[in-house]
């Protein structure tokens, strides 16, 4: 029975990791299923972290000195609105260099990353003089757990309490909405004009063009939407995961939640199977940390296995790179993915 309980608590950390990546990689679905390559989601996931941190923080001190206590929880979604829309506008940027003047995709998405890595860290010194960091945002700032009925009362339960009271209630707001966001991508995908035009535009943008449909506005809706999504990863970072933004946050997670859209081979459900997949070998060896007491045993032996969480946690980049090498088998993005579309005629 502990066994099975500390399976549940690895399911649940499992879940709360993979949230970044999961939207990180629907925002990517959407940008490059449209043929815009976005290299920029880390970039775009930081500079929405810093700006909902930031936002939350100022809108907390305001309802505070104002004595508004009770409304502290809407600073956490001042801060979402905050990282959703400067999100958005890095995403434009990205839309109006590859779109409007056609350059390269790589470059423009490689600069984002550079300019939000260097300019979060600026604003953050400048704003806040603490290294580069927000200052700690209060409980009542940050979105917090949502405990569903009755889980407190079934909580010792065998198996089904353990798995409504520590696996399904508990999360907060933003954890459920990237889990619903992954059949809603589907749906919008494969069963809306929307989705149709996106995949047509993709695929064959001078027969979508011959149409008579933009292929630019459809691109333009695209990014927007990865910037949407882009924000709402770093919102959860900053305001939900953790309760202050601080340098380099995203650790890599953009180009993990690349790697896993390339494993899902640009479709919503086997792209979350891969998120998990790297949640899970966090969650792993976040949950190795500290979990063995050598005492007793020998300085070799230690070593080995004070270095294996360090090993495990290592493992996603490990399997970033075997994607990347082709170990996953054929992936075929789509046909137009990186390539400026430029009317004839």
């Not at 549940?8 to 949230?19: K, W």
């Not at 502290?72 to 801060?79: D, F, H, K, S, Y």
């Not at 045993?297 to 790179?321: C, G, Q």
């Amino acid at each position: 029975m502990e066994s099975f309980g500390f399976f549940i608590l690895l399911l649940d950390a499992t879940l709360r990791v993979s949230v970044p990546l999961v939207l990180a990689a629907l925002a990517g679905l959407f940008s490059e299923r449209s043929g815009i390559v976005d290299i920029g989601l880390e970039g775009k996931m930081l500079g929405g972290a810093f700006a909902a941190a930031a936002a939350s923080f100022v809108a907390s001190e305001r309802l505070a000195a104002a004595g508004l206590e009770g409304l502290l929880p809407a600073a956490a979604w001042v801060g979402l609105a905050a990282a959703m829309a400067w999100s958005v506008l890095l995403a434009l940027v990205h839309g109006v260099a590859s779109i409007r003047y056609h350059g390269n995709q790589i470059v423009s998405g490689v600069a984002i990353n550079i300019l939000m890595s260097g300019l979060t860290v600026l604003l953050g010194i400048a704003w806040f003089s603490q290294g580069g960091r927000t200052p700690q945002l209060p409980p009542g700032g940050r979105f917090r757990p949502v405990v569903w009925p009755g889980a407190e009362a079934v909580a010792d339960v065998p198996i089904i309490g353990h798995l409504y009271s520590e696996l399904l209630s508990g999360h907060n707001v933003l954890v459920y909405l990237a889990f619903v966001a992954v059949p809603l991508a589907f749906w919008v995908v494969y069963r809306t004009r929307f989705g149709l035009r996106l995949r047509a535009v993709g695929e064959n943008p001078e027969a979508v063009d011959t149409a008579g449909i933009s292929v630019a506005g459809m691109r333009y809706r695209a990014v927007i939407v990865c910037g949407a999504l882009c924000g709402v990863a770093g919102a959860y970072l900053s305001t939900a995961q953790s309760a202050a933004f601080i340098k380099d946050m995203t650790a890599g997670k953009g180009f993990i939640a690349l790697a896993a859209l390339v494993f899902g081979k640009w479709r919503p459900v086997p792209t979350l199977l891969a998120c998990l997949l790297f949640g899970f070998l966090d969650a792993v060896a976040a949950r190795l940390q500290g979990a063995f007491d050598l005492e007793a045993t020998s300085p070799l032996v230690r070593e080995m296995v004070d270095a294996a969480p360090f090993i495990i946690e290592a493992l996603p980049y490990a399997l970033v790179v075997l994607l990347l090498a082709g170990f996953v088998g054929r992936a075929i993005a789509p046909r137009a993915s990186g390539i400026p579309y430029v009317k004839s005629g």
